[in-house]
């Protein structure tokens, strides 16, 4: 079995759709990136080769027991049209602690930084230059042995898909409203909420349907123990800032990991603004909204990267935020980290990665 | 769009694995069920087909967010040669409450129940006749439509297997060791544990790999809330007997509500020795242990129909069970409904049906 990438480029490339058109998630490029992995040989037979259907056994384990991780990062179009990454090693990093959790082997975190460098060079037309957009990078693995036991598989497929995205959220940077989960549970210590695998993320769905019927945006959900204390919007990290204080929940074995969160939490450590990482109570948000001490409230995420909360819904009532504008911190960190993703500004923490 | 089911035969029927080495889910028939969902059309399109791979565009929802569900249930072969189910009603009712949990489309009970026959019918000869062997059957639905947004699909495949099974555990119906898990968690009120979905699944290998470090077949589950009441054992529901008095926990938002639970719940009321469906913690289980009233333990489920616990490790203590034999009333229940599944006893509570 070879590990030397090889690549079959397509000899039918797609027209690619208007840039003020993309959406999330709904468009592909033309070639996309498999390995295999089996006991015998290990993750191998690196290949980029044209965007196509799988083939997938009906017992392919991932299909009954959604063994199954995955990774979302981005490159971005600089002015001067270079293709920038943003901290790649980080979700790679990541993916494989996420492996860990769902006892999938390692994947080779260097090798696969080549490739996904690669397949990039290889759609580099596909990165597009709008702005806003940016060219979404997903990685993920299933489990492929055709088996009905309950245990991890025996064979794998790692694979990264490209999709030109715009903004995440329709509404863009306006400021969303939140609809605040009691019922519902995202995750609880013990299970898989450190970990992007999929399974956290269809069990949300329940509670995102109760969202929208409340004319809400997205779910804030509360901790699986107590339903006490805050842990994540949708599938974002969440800060608030409370008279001054810049606040978010600390990872406390149910929370994901954000890299946008990480990032955040670096740059306002740099600006001499420390971030609390601690617990912070569904009470205390409550407190400080009477006490009108609830400055700004806003979503991180590799999708949308900053996302301005406007408005919280709990218990039938409302919560406005800064008058449902997008607050000053908000807009500051937002213009700072994409200008910095985009190559708009300068980046001092070396987080960015160019594609040639 | 036809609603008619068709009907394509192989051509090239497989040969049969011997059926004292069929083992679980590794062989599987000549045939499958599909069917398709989309908005415009419902379910529709059934078909029984040669068994094949499927293709799926790899941006497949399932394979990213798991949104899928699945079931599990068996077909018999009596002495006489006939082919019975065991309460397949219960198991396409249940499909249907995983389904609302995981946001899918529910699918019409009556007509897949004539589909699942028609699908044993085409593939009879695969029943095994051997004793302990079986038809697992698997149907399951996976979210298709390629897109990378966090919400439910536009479009879904319905899908039955069907594997010649030997016994689930290898140690056959010999009592079986059990891990008391403290780290891991399997599910949490307002989680998905209810519901039968992938992501439950992998999220407990973990757990599992611990349990076989520890020399121990299963995982015993604790409540995610106080890591202090029991809730399964494995992929089973579990029953304690402790001073003549026969336990199960309470189905409280946690716990899959297992068919095998449920008919045995219903035998032995029958029988005159009702079920106690109560909250029944670790402390509870120990302390029976030291005074010598935890007199049998056995985990239910399709797969295992009961398989008899012999011994559970906790913190690093031993507690050993009617000298690891397997009890009287775990014989009784297994012979009465393994014998009413094959036919070899009277079924007075009318939960087979004959597949002609």
């Not at 995205?165 to 009691?182: D, R």
């Not at 409340?214 to 969440?238: A, C, F, P, R, T």
């Not at 996302?307 to 819904?313: D, K, L, R, Y």
Request: aromatic share 10%; hydrophobic share 35%; with cysteine.
């Amino acid at each position: 079995m070879s590990n030397m990438l090889t690549i079959v480029k397509t000899t039918n490339p797609k027209s690619k759709p208007p840039q003020n058109q993309l959406g999330f998630g709904k468009h592909f490029s033309d070639h996309m990136f498999i390995m295999d992995f089996d006991l015998e040989n290990g993750w191998h037979s690196p290949r980029i080769v044209p965007y196509a259907p799988i083939q997938l056994d009906p017992a392919a384990m991932t299909l009954h027991y959604s063994q199954t991780v995955f990774e979302g990062l981005k490159a971005y179009r600089t002015e001067d049209g270079r293709i920038l990454l943003f901290r790649p090693e980080q979700n790679l990093e990541r993916l494989n602690q996420s492996n860990t959790r769902i006892s999938i082997p390692p994947i080779p975190e260097k090798d696969v930084l080549e490739y996904l460098k690669q397949l990039i060079a290889t759609d580099h037309d596909w990165v597009p230059a709008a702005e806003g957009t940016s060219l979404y990078i997903r990685p993920f693995i299933i489990a492929t042995e055709p088996n009905l036991r309950v245990s991890p598989a025996n064979t794998y497929k790692f694979l990264i898909i490209l999709s030109p995205v715009g903004s995440y959220y329709p509404e863009g940077i306006h400021p969303v409203g939140i609809h605040i989960e009691e019922e519902y549970t995202r995750a609880v210590r013990g299970g898989t909420g450190t970990a992007k695998t999929g399974g956290n993320y269809s069990a949300s769905y329940k509670a995102q349907e109760k969202a929208s019927a409340h004319g809400q945006s997205q779910v804030l959900w509360l901790d699986g123990v107590e339903k006490k204390y805050i842990e994540e919007v949708g599938s974002m990290n969440v800060f608030f800032k409370i008279n001054g204080e810049i606040v978010t929940p600390a990872l406390n074995g149910s929370i994901l990991p954000g890299i946008t969160r990480k990032s955040i939490i670096e740059m306002l450590h740099d600006w001499g603004m420390p971030v609390a990482e601690r617990r912070i109570s569904i009470d205390e948000l409550c407190q400080a909204y009477k006490e009108n001490t609830l400055e700004e409230a806003f979503g991180t995420g590799t999708a949308a990267v900053i996302s301005p909360i406007g408005e919280f819904a709990y218990n039938g009532e409302q919560m406005i935020i800064n008058e449902r504008k997008t607050g000053g911190l908000s807009k500051k960190l937002y213009d700072t980290l994409t200008g910095i993703q985009t190559g708009k500004l300068n980046d001092p923490y070396g987080w960015t990665i160019e594609v040639k």
